[in-house]
């Protein structure tokens, strides 16, 4: 006999919920550990920026022009302000309002192609190309990092926006659309420090 | 209670998978996935085996021609690179993905479908490899590729490249996985299985997993500089214009050392589940062994300058470093003692799992002697790159790691499959493969006392080498002749075995509550958990829930601390997105070992792969600028 063993049933499951918002819901662990996966590539290009600086005689190197201040400070204001419909759907979707979820999320999509503007324009002004010296190649890789991760939550917006708007959204969409919230802010909060190494770090030593 | 054969039959339609190749490709079972994934590590293993005694054959005696040089390096490159990142850290994945569930009294993974993507885009990594051995492109500057000599100067074609990419792959499946394995501990325990009634077993997966979180994005990032280096020169690397080749040793080495303990933690898990079975009591320390390893996985990040002494850092750091990895001795050797302590006050019954378990502590410590050796600077500096070193890292990762784990398969194999394996042939082939591994390996700690360099094809006559070497070598076909032993007694007992029924070692832990083998949804009911070991409670039959849908894939899905039940949450189906998902990871892979446009191409392709994976199967909406307003 190769069954299990004899068992007795001391209680149900059958009462609880289908769903759960937040840290209770499953895929919001997920969330997280992808955040944690991606934080830690950018603390260690982070670390790695900082790496070549202390080796370097000269930050930026002689001849390299400062990373220009303009497209980047309109690139991290959208950013930030971006923050508040970020939050906004995020409360819209703990209090399912299907609304909110599908205008607030065309908004974040919006914002997404936006920002793409201002950061194109900050490529164009980092004043080294990557293939200078290694003080080009890494705040490239920064900033390339970066950009990656704001055009994968666009897509993301992008086709939640358009699912929204055509399907009957249930609990599991809103628990999408708060974990697509939650990427938003950490891609936000992530780049507060790339940005203080990009622009600020080369200026301060 | 007696099974209801309509529930039986309800469940079963739920979750068995569609017949052929189909099912094949669609499957989210764990236990198929982990199964692919071990069978193939198996193979890769008897590869790189077959590699290890080829270069054997080449070093037994002086000045031998079996080997060019080239030939020796693309051997041991291969050797290195297969054993590492294709057939260690995935193997140990593998078994948490088969034993998760089934320990947790679970009918799934987390994430079943990123599980099933894992699987495919890790033998992409070993097609990737192995593909290109064939085309002769095989990787030559061994497991870490440093550069400037993997820069664009000094090697030149895509050897390289392929050894890199072959990276990217395996560490974006090992990072899913570790991801679906946290979070399936975390948040699916059964109902009473608080933190601290986790089994060790549990505690060293969930370990093992935020380690691979938190140090593979550097091995991500070090190859993908590397290749950028290659590619469209940048200058990360190239100290002519201010890049430094020391900083790729300082990534590589923060993933390198922990990559170790990713591989030892799991087996930590395999030894205490096996010594607790076997030993017929509770394990001696139980908070104890949860500590150790915890501070085994902490400590393994402030570690890594340890393979670096001999790079010229300063001073202060050596010392450091030398400390931190001298305090490693006490966690490992703490476990060491609650395993001995476990054994010493049970009723032991040597059983082939727990002889493996004996040969591990035996060889494990020789290791770990060794490797307080090679912690000190000082010392380091001479044995550094001589077979010294080699002798140290076989004894750890082969005793550490991959005994616990042939005693792991011997150990769960009847649960897999319903049988037992031979216990006669099970220890012939440990003898083969214990005494051959020692034979084998202890010579090469004399080799590198008399000063025998690893990485070369060969030595000169008159060195006094000559015997060692030959010893060595008879070591090694001793202990593969061992491993064959050790499929064969696998194979036969596939269809030859004893029919072993659901629990045949009287284990402590649920997975032992399913049938054997395990059906795809593993257990009618959620097991209610009390003790540390939930099979040997006084309290039987054992304690279940009902409640879980059986018309739908639905898992229970509990609080982090207190497993206390929070909701039952949708699993996911058979599906194809997964393979397509990999398949366009795997496009964009590959061609951008030759264009960076493969970058911005390839990612439209998975941006369109991952939409149809998530795109939810829900109705039209009725209501809304685009409703149909029915």
Same mark, same amino acid.
């Given at each position: 006999?190769?069954?299990?063993?004899?068992?007795?049933?001391?209680?149900?499951?059958?009462?609880?919920?289908?769903?759960?918002?937040?840290?209770?819901?499953?895929?919001?662990?997920?969330?997280?550990?992808?955040?944690?996966?991606?934080?830690?590539?950018?603390?260690?290009?982070?670390?790695?920026?900082?790496?070549?600086?202390?080796?370097?005689?000269?930050?930026?190197?002689?001849?390299?022009?400062?990373?220009?201040?303009?497209?980047?400070?309109?690139?991290?204001?959208?950013?930030?302000?971006?923050?508040?419909?970020?939050?906004?759907?995020?409360?819209?979707?703990?209090?399912?309002?299907?609304?909110?979820?599908?205008?607030?999320?065309?908004?974040?999509?919006?914002?997404?192609?936006?920002?793409?503007?201002?950061?194109?324009?900050?490529?164009?002004?980092?004043?080294?190309?990557?293939?200078?010296?290694?003080?080009?190649?890494?705040?490239?890789?920064?900033?390339?990092?970066?950009?990656?991760?704001?055009?994968?939550?666009?897509?993301?917006?992008?086709?939640?926006?358009?699912?929204?708007?055509?399907?009957?959204?249930?609990?599991?969409?809103?628990?999408?659309?708060?974990?697509?919230?939650?990427?938003?802010?950490?891609?936000?909060?992530?780049?507060?420090?790339?940005?203080?190494?990009?622009?600020?770090?080369?200026?301060?030593? | 209670?007696?099974?209801?054969?309509?529930?039986?039959?309800?469940?079963?339609?739920?979750?068995?998978?569609?017949?052929?190749?189909?099912?094949?490709?669609?499957?989210?079972?764990?236990?198929?996935? *982990?199964?692919?994934?071990?069978?193939?590590?198996?193979?890769?293993?008897?590869?790189?085996?077959?590699?290890?005694?080829?270069?054997?054959?080449?070093?037994?005696?002086?000045?031998?021609?079996?080997?060019?040089?080239?030939?020796?390096?693309?051997?041991?490159?291969?050797?290195?690179?297969?054993?590492?990142?294709?057939?260690?850290?995935?193997?140990?994945?593998?078994?948490?993905?088969?034993?998760?569930?089934?320990?947790?009294?679970?009918?799934?993974?987390?994430?079943?479908?990123?599980?099933?993507?894992?699987?495919?885009?890790?033998?992409?990594?070993?097609?990737?490899?192995?593909?290109?051995?064939?085309?002769?492109?095989?990787?030559?500057?061994?497991?870490?590729?440093?550069?400037?000599?993997?820069?664009?100067?000094?090697?030149?074609?895509?050897?390289?490249?392929?050894?890199?990419?072959?990276?990217?792959?395996?560490?974006?499946?090992?990072?899913?996985?570790?991801?679906?394995?946290?979070?399936?501990?975390?948040?699916?325990?059964?109902?009473?299985?608080?933190?601290?009634?986790?089994?060790?077993?549990?505690?060293?997966?969930?370990? *093992?997993?935020?380690?691979?979180?938190?140090?593979?994005?550097?091995?991500?990032?070090?190859?993908?500089?590397?290749?950028?280096?290659?590619?469209?020169?940048?200058?990360?690397?190239?100290?002519?214009?201010?890049?430094?080749?020391?900083?790729?040793?300082?990534?590589?080495?923060?993933?390198?050392?922990?990559?170790?303990?990713?591989?030892?933690?799991?087996?930590?898990?395999?030894?205490?589940?096996?010594?607790?079975?076997?030993?017929?009591?509770?394990?001696?320390?139980?908070?104890?062994?949860?500590?150790?390893?915890?501070?085994?996985?902490?400590?393994?990040?402030?570690?890594?300058?340890?393979?670096?002494?001999?790079?010229?850092?300063?001073?202060?750091?050596?010392?450091?470093?030398?400390?931190?990895?001298?305090?490693?001795?006490?966690?490992?050797?703490?476990?060491?003692?609650?395993?001995?302590?476990?054994?010493?006050?049970?009723?032991?019954?040597?059983?082939?799992?727990?002889?493996?378990?004996?040969?591990?502590?035996?060889?494990?410590?020789?290791?770990?002697?060794?490797?307080?050796?090679?912690?000190?600077?000082?010392?380091?500096?001479?044995?550094?790159?001589?077979?010294?070193?080699?002798?140290?890292?076989?004894?750890?990762?082969?005793?550490?790691?991959?005994?616990?784990?042939?005693?792991?398969?011997?150990?769960?194999?009847?649960?897999?499959?319903?049988?037992?394996?031979?216990?006669?042939?099970?220890?012939?082939?440990?003898?083969?493969?214990?005494?051959?591994?020692?034979?084998?390996?202890?010579?090469?700690?004399?080799?590198?006392?008399?000063?025998?360099?690893?990485?070369?094809?060969?030595?000169?006559?008159?060195?006094?080498?000559?015997?060692?070497?030959?010893?060595?070598?008879?070591?090694?076909?001793?202990?593969?002749?061992?491993?064959?032993?050790?499929?064969?007694?696998?194979?036969?007992?596939?269809?030859?075995? *004893?029919?072993?029924?659901?629990?045949?070692?009287?284990?402590?832990?649920?997975?032992?509550?399913?049938?054997?083998? *395990?059906?795809?949804?593993?257990?009618?009911?959620?097991?209610?958990?009390?003790?540390?070991?939930?099979?040997?409670?006084?309290?039987?039959?054992?304690?279940?829930?009902?409640?879980?849908?059986?018309?739908?894939?639905?898992?229970?899905?509990?609080?982090?601390?207190?497993?206390?039940?929070?909701?039952?949450?949708?699993?996911?189906?058979?599906?194809?997105?997964?393979?397509?998902?990999?398949?366009?990871?795997?496009?964009?892979?590959?061609?951008?070992?030759?264009?960076?446009?493969?970058?911005?191409?390839?990612?439209?392709?998975?941006?369109?792969?991952?939409?149809?994976?998530?795109?939810?199967?829900?109705?039209?909406?009725?209501?809304?600028?685009?409703?149909?307003?029915?």
């Amino acid at each position: 006999m190769n069954g299990p063993p004899d068992m007795k049933i001391v209680g149900t499951l059958s009462n609880l919920p289908t769903s759960a918002i937040g840290s209770r819901h499953l895929v919001w662990w997920g969330n997280v550990g992808f955040m944690l996966i991606e934080g830690t590539g950018f603390a260690l290009a982070a670390a790695a920026y900082l790496y070549l600086m202390t080796q370097a005689p000269a930050w930026p190197p002689k001849g390299d022009a400062l990373p220009g201040l303009l497209w980047s400070g309109i690139f991290t204001a959208l950013l930030l302000i971006s923050e508040i419909p970020a939050l906004w759907v995020l409360r819209c979707a703990r209090a399912e309002k299907v609304g909110g979820v599908r205008w607030g999320t065309l908004v974040l999509t919006l914002f997404g192609i936006a920002l793409l503007v201002p950061r194109g324009f900050e490529f164009a002004h980092l004043g080294v190309p990557w293939h200078q010296d290694a003080y080009g190649s890494v705040i490239w890789l920064l900033l390339v990092l970066h950009t990656t991760h704001v055009v994968t939550e666009l897509g993301e917006s992008a086709v939640q926006t358009v699912w929204l708007f055509t399907h009957q959204i249930g609990d599991d969409q809103f628990s999408d659309v708060e974990d697509n919230s939650n990427y938003w802010t950490f891609v936000v909060l992530a780049w507060l420090p790339i940005y203080a190494l990009i622009y600020w770090a080369p200026r301060a030593v | 209670m007696t099974p209801d054969p309509r529930l039986e039959e309800e469940i079963s339609r739920t979750w068995r998978d569609p017949p052929g190749l189909w099912g094949f490709i669609a499957t989210v079972d764990h236990k198929r996935i *982990a199964a692919r994934y071990i069978v193939t590590a198996l193979l890769l293993m008897f590869l790189a085996g077959m590699l290890a005694i080829d270069m054997r054959w080449q070093l037994t005696v002086p000045e031998n021609t079996r080997m060019t040089p080239q030939l020796y390096n693309e051997s041991f490159s291969l050797h290195g690179s297969t054993m590492l990142y294709l057939v260690s850290v995935p193997v140990m994945e593998a078994m948490a993905f088969w034993l998760v569930p089934l320990m947790l009294g679970a009918r799934n993974m987390a994430f079943p479908r990123l599980g099933a993507f894992s699987y495919w885009l890790y033998l992409g990594g070993v097609l990737t490899l192995w593909i290109a051995h064939a085309m002769d492109i095989t990787p030559d500057l061994g497991w870490f590729e440093y550069p400037p000599l993997a820069g664009p100067a000094y090697s030149p074609g895509h050897r390289a490249d392929i050894w890199a990419q072959m990276i990217t792959f395996t560490e974006v499946a090992a990072l899913c996985a570790s991801v679906n394995v946290a979070a399936t501990i975390l948040k699916m325990r059964p109902p009473g299985m608080t933190l601290a009634r986790m089994p060790v077993f549990l505690w060293a997966m969930l370990i *093992a997993s935020i380690m691979t979180i938190l140090s593979m994005p550097a091995i991500m990032l070090v190859t993908s500089m590397l290749i950028a280096d290659r590619m469209v020169s940048t200058h990360f690397f190239s100290p002519g214009a201010g890049g430094d080749v020391i900083l790729f040793q300082h990534l590589f080495w923060f993933f390198g050392h922990p990559e170790v303990y990713i591989i030892f933690i799991p087996a930590t898990g395999f030894v205490s589940s096996i010594v607790e079975t076997f030993s017929r009591r509770r394990l001696f320390g139980h908070s104890v062994l949860v500590l150790s390893i915890i501070s085994i996985g902490a400590l393994a990040f402030g570690l890594w300058v340890h393979h670096m002494f001999a790079v010229g850092l300063p001073r202060l750091g050596n010392d450091f470093y030398t400390a931190a990895s001298m305090a490693i001795a006490l966690p490992a050797g703490l476990q060491i003692f609650c395993w001995i302590a476990t054994m010493w006050s049970g009723r032991p019954r040597f059983d082939t799992p727990m002889l493996w378990v004996i040969a591990f502590v035996l060889t494990f410590v020789i290791g770990g002697l060794s490797g307080i050796m090679t912690a000190s600077a000082a010392l380091d500096l001479q044995l550094t790159d001589t077979y010294f070193i080699v002798a140290h890292f076989h004894y750890v990762l082969v005793g550490g790691a991959l005994f616990p784990l042939f005693g792991a398969f011997c150990y769960w194999y009847p649960k897999a499959t319903g049988r037992m394996m031979s216990e006669r042939w099970g220890k012939i082939a440990l003898v083969g493969i214990v005494g051959g591994f020692n034979l084998g390996f202890f010579p090469m700690h004399l080799l590198g006392l008399m000063g025998m360099p690893r990485r070369v094809y060969t030595y000169p006559t008159g060195m006094g080498w000559d015997t060692l070497n030959q010893i060595a070598t008879a070591g090694s076909v001793i202990s593969v002749l061992g491993g064959l032993v050790f499929v064969a007694n696998a194979l036969l007992s596939y269809w030859r075995g *004893a029919p072993s029924g659901a629990d045949p070692w009287q284990g402590s832990t649920l997975e032992w509550a399913s049938a054997s083998p *395990a059906p795809p949804w593993n257990f009618d009911y959620t097991p209610v958990v009390h003790s540390l070991t939930p099979m040997w409670d006084e309290s039987r039959p054992l304690p279940v829930m009902d409640g879980l849908a059986n018309d739908h894939r639905e898992v229970l899905i509990t609080s982090v601390t207190d497993a206390a039940p929070l909701y039952r949450q949708k699993s996911a189906s058979p599906s194809i997105w997964p393979i397509v998902a990999a398949l366009a990871v795997t496009i964009m892979f590959i061609a951008s070992i030759f264009t960076p446009w493969a970058v911005p191409l390839g990612s439209v392709l998975i941006g369109a792969a991952l939409t149809g994976w998530f795109w939810p199967p829900r109705p039209r909406a009725k209501q809304g600028p685009l409703g149909t307003g029915a």
